[in-house]
T-cell receptor, first 118, second 112 residues
Framework: GAGVSQSPRYKVAKRGQDVALRCDPISGHVSLFWYQQALGQGPEFLTYFQNEAQLDKSGLPSDRFFAERPEGSVSTLKIQRTQQEDSAVYLC????????????????FGDGTRLSIL | GENVEQHPSTLSVQEGDSAVIKCTYSDSASNYFPWYKQELGKRPQLIIDIRSNVGEKKDQRIAVTLNKTAKHFSLHITETQPEDSAVYFCAALSGGYQKVTFGTGTKLQVIP
């Protein structure tokens, strides 16, 4: 596939359970972003990877949120001890950058994972 | 950090009329401004973007203008069609790695 792929598309979990959300970026894309989108709101930045390096995790709401991209391709967002306020759509985006200081490249989004915490 | 404000939150227009959505940003270092269209339950899709060295860009019925001095940018859709109905998000990129800050969205309804 040519686009960003996310799985699962829908996830229902009970409060207190751990969840793992997967993102397959476009092949060759160096940059990978995770966003959280609450109902009726714009996406909010969570974290950013350049290859396998997590360069910014300032948007993660708490230490229950953890993201990794060990081989610089697929990324996983893990939420431990889920709470009801974690219910949202989690979007992944990737982009191709040319290097430090190069012109910005557009981000391509996946369809997201809709997470519902009961 | 960057703060992006977007207006209006909802917009209804008659088919064939024009629609304008306005955004302001706070970080003068922001240098790239994409616009995304998001249909219900779907991914945000890039529809047009503009870089800070350009004042205006047009792609068929869609145009974007940027005023760096005033730190605002706008999306213009002409000859609107029902399929233009969606939520539109403006965004601004700052920082060395394209950190995106989104506006709060505008729900556009085109009435046939």
């Amino acid at each position: 596939g040519a686009g960003v792929s996310q799985s699962p598309r829908y996830k229902v979990a009970k409060r207190g359970q751990d969840v793992a959300l997967r993102c397959d970026p476009i092949s060759g894309h160096v940059s990978l972003f995770w966003y959280q989108q609450a109902l009726g709101q714009g996406p909010e930045f969570l974290t950013y990877f350049q290859n396998e390096a997590q360069l910014d995790k300032s948007g993660l709401p708490s230490d229950r949120f953890f993201a990794e991209r060990p081989e610089g391709s697929v990324s996983t967002l893990k939420i431990q001890r889920t709470q009801q306020e974690d219910s949202a759509v989690y979007l992944c985006a990737s982009s191709l950058i040319e290097g430090q200081g190069a012109s910005n490249q557009p981000q391509h989004f996946g369809d997201g994972t809709r997470l519902s915490i009961l | 950090g960057e703060n992006v404000e977007q207006h209006p939150s909802t917009l209804s227009v008659q088919e064939g009329d024009s629609a304008v959505i306005k955004c302001t940003y706070s970080d003068s270092a922001s240098n790239y401004f994409p616009w995304y269209k998001q249909e219900l339950g779907k991914r945000p899709q890039l529809i047009i973007d503009i870089r800070s060295n350009v004042g205006e860009k047009k792609d068929q019925r869609i145009a974007v203008t940027l005023n760096k001095t005033a730190k605002h940018f706008s999306l213009h859709i002409t000859e609107t069609q029902p399929e233009d109905s969606a939520v539109y998000f403006c965004a601004a990129l700052s920082g060395g790695y394209q950190k995106v800050t989104f506006g709060t969205g505008t729900k556009l309804q085109v009435i046939p």
